[in-house]
């Protein structure tokens, strides 16, 4: 009934208290709908994606760090240990043959361990620098 005959107005003129001022009309309508499962699995997937970063981030960490420490401690035993030993050899050598006990060959020989420990050393060096470049770039920053 509309017009002057009617007993009810045709819309609401206040809001029921149960509703409220700006709360939906309906608050569970649409709490399975689709969209919303799939943004919930999206949403699901994302954080198992940043979890396994984490894990991946923090195995490269610890990876390098081992690396760099491998790479200085060989470093060092080259360096202190290696080099060393190889040039008392070959002082030895040399000086056994200008005493005429050590043939030459000998000497050359000695000489060559020296030459490749000192290369050696330097390759111990360079592999210090790039381990120490591998875990600044699993860290994200300069150390």
Same mark, same amino acid.
Do not use: C, H
């Given at each position: ?56 981030? =923090? ?73 120490? =470049?591998?875990?600044?770039? =699993? ?5």
């Amino acid at each position: 009934k509309v017009g002057s005959d009617a007993r009810k107005n045709t819309f609401p003129t206040s809001i029921e208290v149960s509703q409220g001022a700006g709360l939906p009309k309906m608050p569970w309508y649409g709490i399975q709908d689709a969209y919303l499962r799939e943004t919930r699995q999206k949403l699901y997937g994302l954080r198992q994606d940043l979890k396994q970063t984490e894990a991946a981030t =923090a195995d490269k960490v610890r990876t390098s760090w081992f690396e760099l420490d491998r790479a200085k401690r060989e470093m060092l035993l080259f360096k202190n240990k290696v080099v060393n030993l190889s040039k008392s050899a070959l002082d030895v050598t040399s000086r056994g043959y200008e005493s005429g006990n050590v043939p030459f060959a000998d000497v050359i020989a000695s000489y060559t361990i020296w030459l490749d420990a000192n290369l050696s050393l330097a390759n111990r060096q360079s592999n210090l620098g790039v381990a120490w =470049a591998k875990l600044e770039q =699993a860290v994200g920053t300069s150390l």
